[in-house]
């Protein structure tokens, strides 16, 4: 039986001129947010800023509590469930129409309009709904699971 790894992430939504800061694992076909991994002991925000620095080695502001995702696939021989906690981030030493350098060997980062996110196989899913409604300034779900989801 395949072994279920259960995994914390907290995650950036990093917006910038109507556009948003994706991030893609080489050698893979879809997109997800900058962040990463919650330590033992170690706040959500505190993650957020630690994955930052790691990745892009830059400074970040983390912002108001966006969104909880909760996410199931399969890797390999292991099946995954993650929590993905979202926040609004300022990355200021970045811009738009250069994307940065990662400092992370297997990902890359790239902007990708806002308007486009369904023209990248964004994961989880959910979060393309969400985020179109959190920058319209419109209500949006705060818990959103792809258990079961079907858009």
């Known amino acids: 039986?395949?072994?279920t790894v259960f995994v914390l992430i907290s995650r950036a939504v990093v917006v910038s001129n109507g556009q948003i800061l994706l991030c893609q694992a080489h050698n893979e076909s879809h997109?997800?947010?900058p962040g990463g991994h919650i330590e033992h002991n170690e706040s959500a925000r505190d993650a957020l800023q630690r994955e930052l620095m790691e990745e892009l080695h830059t400074h970040s502001t983390i912002g108001e509590f966006i969104a909880a995702v909760e996410h199931t696939f399969n890797y390999g021989m292991r099946h995954y469930h993650e929590l993905n906690l979202v926040f609004k981030a300022d990355l200021p030493d970045l811009s738009v129409g250069n994307n940065p350098t990662s400092y992370e060997q297997q990902v890359g980062f790239y902007w990708q309009?806002?308007?486009q996110l369904d023209r990248v196989n964004f994961q989880p899913s959910p979060l393309v709904d969400?985020?179109?409604n959190y920058i319209k300034g419109?209500?949006?779900e705060?818990?959103?699971s792809t258990i079961g989801y079907d858009p």
């Open 130 to 132: 969400i985020i179109r």
């Open 31 to 33: 997109a997800f947010l």
């Open 142 to 144: 705060r818990f959103v």
């Open 113 to 115: 309009p806002i308007g």
């Open 1 to 3: 039986m395949p072994e």
């Open 138 to 140: 419109q209500s949006w």
